[in-house]
């Protein structure tokens, strides 16, 4: 992992808006890049969900890491020695997805797909809100918080039955096994070729958008890396510096749910045929 930078002063930044509805002015290089752009990543972090009411796992005080340790909660070593404490904080982060909304940006992304003939929605946010506001295809790199399966013969079912049948330890499999979220723990490798196809589109794609990520856990933020040594155009938005924002032409420091929903217009407008 990699500690959190500073902003720096290369990429072009745009002031926070005074209001909400202030639209975007992308800078013209950027502009000629969205209008001719066939393939387009978006790559999302926990940020995004944070205008949904979900805590993100670094910075701002009240943070999941802040709060709690990872290595007593998110290791295979941790469900194996307190299966119970495990599974309950599970328990408790699914309420609370389950119970928060997707937001304008999440929107915004979903409607995005739309502009561009070739779009791809990478996250590492295991919340489930990119579906739920219609993204129609969502690589989950960090697994889901929606689905159980069982740590023995991998048998899958919704976390909603499997806490429903047991919501303070994890049920039994049939099999002998028992019940785990399909989230991705330290330690863990990435699900079966979803990484390989994030990497695959973040090597060939025109522009790549890093939205709500510290940019510190690998392999995530390698795509970053990947995209921008390909040529991509790299736009971050994201209200403090990620420790990759020197590798973004554009900073947006704007909430998600503000910065979204105004890049999409602005790359509406560019996109439009000259009439
Ligand atoms: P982090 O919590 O590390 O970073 C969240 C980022 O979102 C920070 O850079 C914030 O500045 C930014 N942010 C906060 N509010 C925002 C807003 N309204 N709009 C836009 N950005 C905002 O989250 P991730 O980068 O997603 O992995 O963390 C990566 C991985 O670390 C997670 O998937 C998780 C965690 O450990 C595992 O559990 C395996």
């Not at 500690?3 to 975007?24: C, F, H, I, K």
């Not at 303070?168 to 330690?187: I, K, N, S």
Request: hydrophobic share 40%.
């Amino acid at each position: 992992m990699h500690p959190p930078g500073r902003r720096p002063t290369g990429p072009a930044e745009l002031s926070p808006p005074m209001s909400t509805a202030e639209p975007l002015r992308l800078p013209s290089a950027l502009r000629a890049r969205v209008a001719t752009a066939r393939r387009v990543v978006a790559f999302t972090g926990a940020g995004i969900s944070q205008e949904s009411g979900l805590a993100t796992f670094r910075g701002g005080g009240e943070s999941l890491w802040e709060r709690f340790r990872p290595e007593e909660l998110a290791t295979p070593q941790a469900f194996h020695a307190h299966p119970r404490r495990v599974w309950g904080w599970y328990a408790w982060r699914h309420r609370a997805a389950d119970a928060a909304e997707p937001n304008p940006g999440h929107r915004a992304l979903a409607r995005m797909a739309a502009v561009f003939p070739f779009f791809t929605l990478v996250t590492q946010n295991v919340d489930g809100l990119h579906q739920r506001a219609g993204s129609p295809e969502v690589l989950e790199l960090h697994g889901t918080l929606t689905r159980a399966h069982c740590g023995r013969c991998g048998a899958a079912r919704p976390m909603a039955s499997a806490l429903a049948e047991s919501a303070e330890e994890p049920p039994p499999c049939p099999c002998g096994g028992r019940f785990r979220p399909a989230v991705v723990w330290f330690g863990e490798p990435l699900p079966g070729g979803v990484l390989e196809r994030a990497v695959a589109e973040s090597s060939r794609c025109d522009l790549f958008l890093a939205v709500g990520t510290s940019a510190t856990v690998y392999p995530a933020a390698g795509l970053i890396e990947v995209a921008r040594g390909a040529g991509a155009a790299v736009i971050e938005v994201n209200p403090e510096a990620s420790a990759l924002a020197s590798l973004a032409d554009l900073c947006v420091p704007r909430p998600a749910g503000h910065a979204l929903p105004a890049l999409l217009e602005a790359m509406e407008r560019c996109r439009k045929p000259a009439s």
